[in-house]
């Protein structure tokens, strides 16, 4: 019954997640007209691997943010134009993100702060970078000029879509931190086994 309990849960917390990348995966939707929200799925992951730790979850997030994008290219017609073979390193990423949560004992505001910080910013930027490099090798600009503009695209890129990410984990710590003490969520009230 225990077992059957924890799972439903955990279908509960990962239909949550989906939803937010759902409204926040940077297409046009219904909530970009009322408020712009940086893209969910990132710290999706991150939530996946600290607390959830199974690789169905994982594996269904990443599937989501794939089927979510492929809705917005082929029924609102969004620009197609990220859509290169760099796309499928995309999803190796993403579960790096998950693996890199598996090693994380929590996401609350306490004396393991800066190590976890530490760790999300490394992630996040290094997911970024992966993907980022991929796109860049396959779009006309390397074809051109190769890895001479890397680092200005690097540099005009970076801050603009990394820092999203990292604001949307610090509202997460302050949520899980808070729901630690308070238990308003108790499925995520206590650190990970």
Known sequence: ???????????FAVFIMVLLMIATRG???WLSSIVHL?????????????????????????????AIDNYAIVYEGVSANCITPAYSVLPFTYYG????????????????IVKNALIVIVAASTQWLVATSSYYFFTA???????????????????VEIAPVLYWMIAISIVFTLNHRYSFIPYFSTQKN
């Open 1 to 11: 019954m225990t077992n059957q309990i924890n799972k439903t849960r955990t279908l």
């Open 27 to 29: 297409h046009t939707n």
């Open 38 to 66: 940086p893209d969910f799925t990132i710290p999706a992951l991150f939530i996946a691997g600290i607390y959830l730790r199974q690789f169905w979850v994982a594996f269904l997030i990443i599937i989501s943010a794939i």
């Open 97 to 112: 993100i998950f693996w890199v949560g598996k090693y994380m004992s929590s996401l609350n505001i306490d004396t393991s």
């Open 141 to 159: 600009t390397y074809a051109k000029t190769g890895w001479a503009n890397f680092p200005a695209y690097v540099q005009q890129w970076s801050v």
